[in-house]
């Protein structure tokens, strides 16, 4: 079965700090996600990655993936407080979508 | 362009009552998902669909039933709601496996008492 497994649950930064996100997960996968979600909101696409050492990056998020330790990152540079907000993973093998629990991230001044 | 619809937004159901989460996407998206939320916590698979007249149970289908009459729509019913079955709902859709990006509808916020 497919598992997913994010840490840290709970982040807290300060400002202009530098921080990563890891999420494993248990078995080969097709496709990797990285969402958003603020308080009372849906759930807004960061990242799809589709290959082994696939990188990207937006602003001051950038998402890595390695397939062979079933492993992502993603990686936030100089954390602004606009960044404050639920980061999910996701992962697909087939049509099957299974997510992380989610990490509540808080940037302090 | 609408994407995926969700409505009600909001409702609160007695014990034991049942209701219907109704999902219309306007992609032409052959996958569709149904996920609930709880508070402070990730997303649950209850039931997927990879096209019209298929739908496979996720990791919490107890409780809920689908049906995938047309590629648009995707209701989720609750039979018997349970406060256990307080959440958000979310339902989403997916071009294809290939094409990777999964798009959310709003969320319906459900509470059962």
């Known amino acids: 079965e497919l598992k997913v497994e994010q840490n840290p649950l709970f982040l807290s930064m300060q400002e202009g700090k530098n921080y990563t996100i890891y999420c494993n997960y248990s078995?080969?996968?097709?496709?990797l996600y990285w969402y958003r979600q603020d308080p009372g909101k849906s759930l807004e696409s960061l990242f799809v990655?589709?290959?082994?050492?696939a990188v990207k990056q937006e602003g001051r998020l950038m998402a890595s993936l390695d397939t062979k330790a079933r492993l992502s990152t993603l990686h936030i540079t100089a954390a602004v407080h606009d960044l404050s907000a639920t980061y999910f993973c996701?992962?697909?093998?087939?049509?099957?979508?299974?997510f992380g629990a989610g990490t509540r991230l808080t940037v302090k001044p | 362009n609408a994407g995926v619809t969700q409505t009600p937004k909001f409702r609160i159901l007695k014990i034991g009552q049942s209701m219907t989460l109704q999902c219309t996407q306007d992609?032409?998206?052959?996958?569709m998902y149904w996920y609930r939320q709880d508070p402070g916590m990730g997303l649950k698979l209850i039931y997927y669909?990879?096209?019209?007249?298929?739908?496979d149970k996720g990791e919490v289908p107890n409780g809920y039933n689908v049906s995938r009459s047309t590629t648009e729509d995707f209701p989720l019913r609750l039979e018997l709601a349970a406060p256990s079955q307080t959440s958000v709902y979310f339902c989403?859709?997916?071009?294809?496996?290939?094409?990777?990006?999964?798009?959310f509808g709003e969320g319906s916020r459900l509470t059962v008492l």
């Open positions: 989403a859709s997916l071009a294809g496996q290939r094409t990777g990006e999964l798009f």
């Open positions: 990655l589709l290959s082994n050492g």
């Open positions: 669909s990879v096209g019209a007249g298929i739908t």
């Open positions: 992609m032409n998206h052959n996958y």
């Open positions: 078995t080969t996968s097709d496709r």
């Open positions: 996701a992962v697909a093998k087939t049509y099957d979508m299974r």
